[in-house]
């Protein structure tokens, strides 16, 4: 298939909409591949740097009926500072706007699009023959209109960073790095679209975020070595205060914010209760917009690097395949709404069949019941520890109404909810 430059077929008007719409149908949809487990966990194969043989990424990548490998890695999200009420709401619909973003690089041949833990989107990219400074203008291009798409659609600040091309296909999580980095170095300029390489040109006196030195951070992290985190957060401290001046609060405040979402969302991953991280994450938010000096900000980033890792219970997590950890965390996350088998499942990107039958294989009790356990602890804690009415502890907790809530309460525990709250408060 003959490779179109993006900006050619956008000016070629709707006239050509339903001709073009007729050929997409024919070709394989290389933009939109199936949501199948082989094909996540071979995403995250390439993005995580798990796989250094050339050889079997490419023969996994044809066995996927996907086109060309990608070189290059794109990464889109939003300016931490503007993300404190970005909650779960906006985590879901990242998800949701994921084919609008896609309908963006449609005509780029080969093109893949995920989300990446919520966190950010993710685009992979080849080069398609094109020169340098064609290929640098059709991402230009591409951003610009990924970055109207978010602004639109959250109304919050949004930044992209583009990693460097590598043609080895084993190396490319090295420009998923590289474009995470860009992305964060809205510290460094006003620009919200950021090439890695031309982070180079910022000069040592210039605003500097210590990236090497973070990532130090968050390998002793996964390894639970409390000791060497804090070191590492130490030189992560030293880097960024040696070359900033202590006039620049914004900068201060943005970075350690920064910091902050980083370390909390790394210790979910590790297996931190997800809903006392995010209420901790709060609090630490207030009393980050209250420090003033760097010795301030050195304090604060030790007290909460301590208090996070403190709340990994690795025991919890430790026999669990990735897939089931990261639904137990999500159910943990977002047991009070109305969610399903395959919304769990697509959120940690496996087949919801897959996910039932590991589920039970790991956990010993099928989704249903489990989630119906975590409405039930939360149920029985409100109880116990509040005078609000059973009508709304029982939406709070995730079922669909009182009748229902009182049916599953008795099953449970062999009482109502009134005759439970009464037993408790005599204690």
């Known amino acids: 298939m003959k490779f179109f430059r993006l900006s050619d077929r956008l000016s070629a008007g709707s006239k050509r909409g339903v001709e073009m719409g007729a050929g997409l149908d024919n070709q394989k949809k290389y933009f939109e591949p199936s949501l199948s487990h082989a094909y996540f966990a071979l995403i995250n194969e390439i ?9 079997v990424l490419l023969k996994k990548w044809e066995w996927l009926n996907l086109r060309h490998f990608p070189q290059v890695v794109m990464t889109a999200g939003f300016i931490y500072n503007q993300t404190r009420d970005f909650d779960v709401t906006k985590h879901l619909k990242m998800k949701i706007i994921l084919s609008d973003l896609r309908q963006i690089v449609k005509y780029w041949q080969g093109a893949v699009v995920i989300t990446w833990y919520y966190e950010r989107m993710v685009f992979l990219l080849p080069l398609n023959n094109l020169e340098d400074v064609d290929f640098k203008q059709e991402l230009l291009l591409v951003a610009q209109k990924v970055i109207s798409v978010l602004e639109k659609d959250f109304e919050l600040q949004a930044s992209i960073g583009i990693g460097n091309i590598y ?6 999580y090295r420009s998923f790095e590289e474009a995470c980095q860009a992305q964060k170095s809205y510290l460094l300029t006003d620009n919200p679209i950021i090439f890695y390489s031309d982070l180079a040109t910022y000069h040592e006196n210039e605003t500097v975020y210590p990236f090497s030195e973070e990532s130090e951070l968050l390998v002793q992290i996964k390894k639970g070595n409390m000791n060497a985190a804090l070191k590492a957060l130490d030189k992560v401290n030293q880097v960024f205060q040696s070359k900033n001046p202590q006039d620049l609060k914004d900068v201060y405040l943005a970075f350690y914010l920064e910091l902050l979402i980083t370390i909390s969302r790394a210790l979910i991953f590790q297996g931190a209760d997800p809903v006392l991280v995010s209420e901790r994450k709060l609090q630490l938010m207030t009393m980050l ?4 000096g760097p010795q301030d900000f050195i304090k604060w980033s030790c007290n909460m690097l301590t208090l996070f890792m403190g709340m ?7 026999g669990l395949s990735e897939c ?3 639904a137990v965390i999500f159910l943990q996350s977002n047991f009070r709404q109305a969610v399903t088998l395959r ?7 496996v087949n919801p069949s897959y996910l039932s039958r590991t589920f039970k294989k790991e956990l010993g009790i ?20 509040s005078q609000e009415n059973i009508k709304s502890i029982s939406f709070e907790s995730g079922f669909k109404n009182p009748s229902y809530f009182h049916t599953v309460f008795k099953k449970n525990t062999g009482i109502s909810p009134t005759k439970f709250r009464n037993i408790m408060g005599e204690k």
Request: without cysteine; negative net charge.
């Open 324 to 326: 089931v950890r990261n």
């Open 47 to 55: 993005l995580t740097g798990h796989m250094n043989d050339d050889k």
């Open 289 to 292: 917009g209250k420090l003033d």
């Open 312 to 318: 990994v219970n690795k025991d919890e997590y430790s």
């Open 167 to 172: 043609n080895q296909p084993s190396l490319l």
């Open 343 to 349: 919304e769990v499942a697509a959120a940690v990107h």
């Open 366 to 385: 099928n989704f249903s019941t489990y989630l119906t356990k975590l409405r039930m602890e939360n149920a029985k804690s409100v109880l116990e520890n």
